[in-house]
Structure formats: structure tokens, C-alpha cells
């Protein structure tokens, strides 16, 4: 039992240790914990005939932590959601809609996404405020609510627990994959299940929340713990991603838990708060690093992490400057070990670092020493970098503070995307 | 006479007036002023014969002011300028040379600064202290000191007054067009020159100051007040510029005034100071445009006005984040109306802003009304972006803060070009 121990220090000194906390459940999916069923149709606000509108439910109101985007202009779907939450901290149904975000639509986007949450009330037979309500796509148009209000009154038939898929096709926009997790620990001597799914993957710089991120357990964990361990595990897996540096108005990530796993409560002194903890992060970075790596227009996964900060706080900030970078991406998509553009994404992370002591590393492969160039192999250094997943160590060689975080090469793709997403 | 008047409110407000108050001279150069030659030629660093060595020499140590990075990895020949400068806030000769940024090259780089300045004044026969020193290119090569070292010793038979040609082409990088401009501006019934040279075009958002951008005039004026002007100007022009969100280790602004206007000393009580401070305004925000327009791939110039902000500070701030974006980059870029995206980055500012009341014009169209969706020709909308200066138009109606800023598209060529910038 190490209850104090942060999520933060865990990530970096423990990786290995934590791993033997769970185990992965190789076909488990959103529905494995107890108590949940979740389904998807198409309703027609996509142009294909993929899904466009998922839910998840459960069969009792479950205890749920949200966080939400800082972004000014939140999207109508946030404020219902948070009020749905505020009453009892729980919700028994999570809706979700792609292919309109409901952002920016004024008092009409309100009214549409009440609606949605009193449709999906009525069909499930819950009280409103057990409905949570997300969107996302297109900002600044209208909900085609004469598709969306029917396709919520069909939801209940297609909800199963036979796995995630209908929902995960649900909840995609460019995505080019789903990205869905599950873990199971042992709490009190019984199996409990954690399992996430998420969508990115454009207009993704977290900040306190991401785009879409669904958590379903059946643990047995109050609200306002489940509430803690969400934000403190938020702000270094999710918030710990980019792929563009635009922080969308529509980034949530809920958890819900149905509490059906026979034990004691869980809290921060139950002898096993350090596994489920572990077991609640994992599933939270499968996720993070999913949508970073599903990126628009990504061809790798680009994992950058920074030592000897003055604190971690500080680590984080030089962590998503690096990632940040479009000339570190764009390098990175070309193999190109041009570390030059890494030492001036940190000098102009606003950090204080000496610019003396500096050490950075790809993979295995030693670039600057004490903040002077080390001659290294270029050819390794560049079959290194054609990998899909590269990794930079930076020590700065001044504290302790450690972070580390997730991003994805910047492509000719990203541009042909984001050139024509709309029309 | 309006000496108290911010170079943000004569920007904003009286641009047409401000015209009135100088005219641009069509063949001006950065020699233009009274006392300046300029010169340039190849000397070995770049792999193509373009010029890569350049400098600006005065007939006598010129006054002059400079602002430099704020990346905490300042390049070598930014603390050798920083001397130099000190001594009695004079120059006489500015020595440039591309290719290389002399950045993160440890104390061999220092050395090699030094040995620059050294050997530019041998050359020109002036005092150490009197020459300036700046390098670009790739970060963390050691300079091919066997080449420049020569190459200094045979620029002054390149020196002349005819042109600035030779001097433009030698501080190009991945730069597609030189930038320069001339306006002459009647101070005491005289003329006097205010002219400028600058680069690009990746690794720009300057703060501070930017790239490397070069300011001669033959003005009457003292190295304080060029000083003062400098970082008021710099402050609303260089660092309102992006092309991809990366301060440079290099950046560097420098005035020189030769003083050979024959009147009275340039302060903010001369009559004329309203006039002087108009061109060297011009001047600066031309130059900056100018490194907008040709950023690394770039087909369009980006400009971006944000009103009725709380403060300037937090206009600027609201500026900077729109012209950041990558996905209101891409969207420019494919002629996408995608007014979502800036609404998206005005709301991650950081700034404060009431969510229900913010304009948005795309040219003249208006495409958002007190936050709410205008309905809108998308045939037009799409018609003015594919134009090669589109503009937004902000307005937060929360305030008297305004601020202007530039950038550019992103495209494919950005990725190509920054890929294999290195290798």
C-alpha cells in the first residue's frame, strides 16, 4: 500500500512494477465490467452509412466523474451533461452523436441537446438527469434533430453487452481506428473490470479533458472518489497528449462505475487503492496514446519524455512544447534526427532550464550531451526515427520534476485533412 | 504633434493617415540611407553557390538598438552582438551569414563567433566593439570556420552602395524571395530614409524579436530613443508574426542610424517624431508581412484583427493563438470557410472572453453575430480564400483592446520542406 504515491511518480519510477498490478483482458471491451450494455446505429448525420450515434448504459445509475474542456466556448452537449451530473453525481445513460459537434449553435444548440438528453431519458426509461449527453464534428451547425430524435427512440434495440464495437464505430470522426481498452484487477480477492474507449483524432490538445473518452467499471467507488483519481490521472495521460495544439470545445472524458464488483468500498486507504489506481492509469494512457498515434494524417507515435525539471509541473510544459512543435513533427515524419529543433522547442517552453546541462536522446541514441553536440551514427539515427514509435529522453539536469507525453509526426496527410474536412 | 500616441492606436486607427506621413521609395534599398553600403557573397556554407555570407557597413559607427530572442538557447553570435552593442550602444559594421545558425555549438561556438567579429574588423579596420555578428541556418553544426574566415576577408571588394541585392540574397534560407523596403519620411523639412532587409521563413514566432531583420536610416537620432522606438515597434509587428509557432535560438532585430540627416536630434518632443515613428512603423510591419507571406510553403498571407478585447495584451494574445492554429492553417490553405475552427482558438486563449458576444468577419463577409451562425454565401466565401491575402476580423465587443497579427497557410510544401530540411 503506497496510497500517497502520485500517478506521476508511479508513470515514471514503476512502470514495470505496475504493469504485475492487472492484466490486460484481450477481448474485453466498454461492456465487460458488470452492469454494462452499450450499442450504436446510424442515424444519418454522417454522409457514409457508419454509425453516428452511440450510448452506453448502464443497469443502475452508476457514480461518475467528468472532466470537461476549458475551452471558453464549451459545446451545448457539456453544459447538459454537467448539469445531468451535479444532481447526484451519476449517470445510467451516456449518449453520444458524431458528425456535428453541437458547438457554437446558440440558444437552438441548447434546446437540441436538452432534447437529446429528454429523448434518450424517455427511451431508456431514466430520470433526465441519469443522461449524459456528447457530440462532436462539425462546429457552428445545427443538429439535424428530425435524424437524431428518431435514431434515439431505435437506441434501446440495439444496446447489447456482447462487446463495443457498434459503440466505437459510434463515436468516430477521421479517426482511422477504434480505440478501446480493458484491464481487470484484483480488489478485495475479486476480478475487477476498468475499460475505456476514445476518439481523436483532430483539434486534439487536451486541456483538462480530451475529445471523447468513455471509462466503464464496476468498481465499487463513490462519486467523489472516482471524481479525484479522474483528475489526477487525467492531467498526465490525457491532458499529456497533442496532435495539432488545438484544444477543441467539445473534450470530456467521462467514467462511470456500477459499483456491482462484491467488495468494500474502494478509497485511497483500501489495501488495493494502489493496484486499482494502476490498473484506472493504464487504461487512461491505452487510450491517451491510442488517439495520439490515430492523430490525423500520423504515421508514428511520437513519446517525449523530460527529466530534471524543477518540478513536474515544469516537465509537462517542456513535455508539450516538444510535442507540439510542427518542425519536431514534421522532422520526425521526414526520419530526420534534426535535434536542433527539440533544443529550441525547450528554450521556448517558458521554463527555467540551464542551457548548459542538457542531454537528449532518440531511442538508445546519445544527440546532445551537457547541451554539446555528441557525433552519433546518422543512418541508426535515421532507421530509428522510420519506426512508428519514436521515443525522445531529455534530462535537463535540474530537479526532479519527470512528465511524460504522447503526439504523432505532422504529414502531408494532417493538411490534405484539414484542407477539405468541412466541404 | 502626438507624441503619446501608442504605435498600436496609429496602427489600428489611423492607418490611412499615417500613409500621408511618408512615402515609399520604389527603388530604395537597405543603402538607401545616407552612409550605408551593404555587400554580400558565397563563401562555402550553403551547398548552392547563392550568396551565405553578407554584412551592412556604416561610414561611421552608426547608433543603434537591438532586441533579440527570448529562447533560452541563444545562439553564439547573439551574445557576441550583445557585447558588441553594450559598449556604446554603436555599430559600424553588421556581419551576417546564413547556412549555419552557430546555435548549441558550446564553446567552440563562442569561439568561432568571436573569431568572426574579430576578422570582420581587421577587415574593415574598426574597433571590435563596432561590429555585430548573426548567423542562420541548421542548429548545432559547427561553422566551417575555413570557409567563412576567408570569405570575410574578401567582403569589403563586395561592398557598394548601388543596391542591397547582394545582402538580401546572402541571408536567405529556405526563403523564396528577398525582403526589403525603402520609405522617406520629412523630418525639419529634410529628407530622411528608414529602410529594411529581413528573413524568414521557418521557425518563426518571434518573441522579442524575430528572424533576422535589418533597419537602416540616416536619422539624427540617438541610440536611447532607437531603443525605445525599436521595442514599441518590434512588440506590434515582428512578434505579431507566425509561420509555425517556433521561436528560432537566432532571432535578432537590429536599427542602425547613421545620423547624416542634417537637423536637429530625433526625440518624441520633435515636431516630426509622429512622422518618423509612422515610417520606421511602415517599415517594420512590412518587413514582418513580408516574412509572413513567404513562411515555409506557404501560398497565402494570413491577417488576423482582433477588437474589443479587455486589454492590447490580451488582443495580441487572442491574435496569436488564431494565426497558430494548424487547423485554421489547413483551412485557409484549402479555401474552407471553417469559422469553427477560429472560434476553437479564440476560446483556448487563455484570455478572458464572454462566450455570447463575439463577431467574426472573413473579409467582408460576416459569418458570426454575437456568437450566433450567419448564414452565408459559401461560392463567395470560398472565392475570397482562394485570394492570396485573406483577413479575419475579430471582434470580442468586451472591451478596447485591439491588435493585428500574420501568418500563413499550411501545406504540403511546409511538410516536404521541413521533413528533409537537414539531411
Redesign the interface.
Known sequence: MCTGLSVNKLLIQGKRTMSSLFEIVEQGSIVSPRGFKAGGLHCGLKKTTRNDLGVIVCERPAHTAAVYT?????AAPLKVTRESVAVEQKLQVMLVNSGN?N????EQGERDAYAMRDAAAAAFSVEPHLVGVTSTG?????LKMDKVLPGIANLPQHVHNRDGEDFCQAILTTDLVKKEICVRVQIGGQSVHIAGAAKGS??I?P?MATMLGFITTDANIGGAELQSLLNEVTDVTFNMITV??????NDMVVAMASGLAPYEPLNERHPDWTAFKAAFYYVSEYLAKAIARDGEGATKLIEVEVRGAISDESARAIVKTII????VK??V??A??????I??????AGQP?N?LTVDIRMGDIVV?HQ???VVFD?DKA?AYLKGDLVKFEVNLNGGEGVAVGWGCD???D??????????
Chains 1, 2 share one sequence.
Open positions: 476549458l475551452n471558453i466556448f464549451q459537434a458547438a457554437c449553435t446558440g462539425v462546429i457552428g451547425e445545427l483532430g483539434m490538445h486541456n495539432d495544439g488545438d484544444t477543441s470545445t507540439g512543435s510542427s518542425l514534421s522532422a515524419f521526414g530526420d534526427a534534426n535535434w536542433g529543433r533544443i529550441a522547442a525547450i528554450g521556448r532550464v542551457p546532445l547541451s554539446a553536440p546518422e535515421a505532422l504529414t502531408y494532417y493538411v490534405r485533412i484539414n484542407a477539405a474536412y468541412r466541404t
